[in-house]
């Protein structure tokens, strides 16, 4: 089973709006804490937001702050980006993932502490 499926990418004009979802299996969403990460060509992946599942205390990472908002919905075992006011900058392959392990390793948001992963989608962003 997958354990972490991404949705709601696609093409955009600057200044308009997307909603990113991840569908996580039951088992996956017992993860401590699940988050997005974006990976641009040429570029390093950057984790953008986080969201701790049992407590819902959330990260926002600078570059995005005041436009990106992390969410759950625990019932459907949901996680969420709503992306607004968007900028060509934006514009990356944005994954979902998650930490199954409990550990202050979750903030900053680094690839390496995460072990799932989905497929990713792609949001570009025109100007």
């Known amino acids: 089973q997958v354990p972490l499926v991404e949705s709601g990418g696609g093409s955009v004009q600057a200044g308009g709006s997307l909603r990113l979802s991840c569908a996580a299996s039951?088992?996956?969403?017992?993860?401590?804490?699940m988050g997005w990460f974006r990976q641009a060509p040429g570029k390093e992946r950057e984790g953008v937001a986080v969201?701790?599942?049992?407590?819902?205390?959330?990260y926002i990472a600078d570059s995005v702050k005041g436009r990106f908002t992390i969410s759950q919905d625990s019932a459907r075992n949901t996680l969420t980006l709503q992306m607004n006011n968007l900028k060509p900058e934006d514009t990356a392959m944005y994954y979902c993932?998650?930490?199954?392990?409990?550990?202050?390793?979750?903030?900053?948001?680094?690839?390496?502490?995460?072990?799932?992963w989905g497929q990713g989608t792609q949001v570009t962003v025109s100007s």
């Open positions: 993932a998650a930490r199954g392990i409990s550990g202050n390793y979750c903030v900053p948001p680094l690839e390496y502490n995460y072990n799932y």
């Open positions: 969201i701790y599942t049992r407590g819902g205390s959330t």
């Open positions: 039951a088992y996956t969403y017992r993860a401590y804490c």
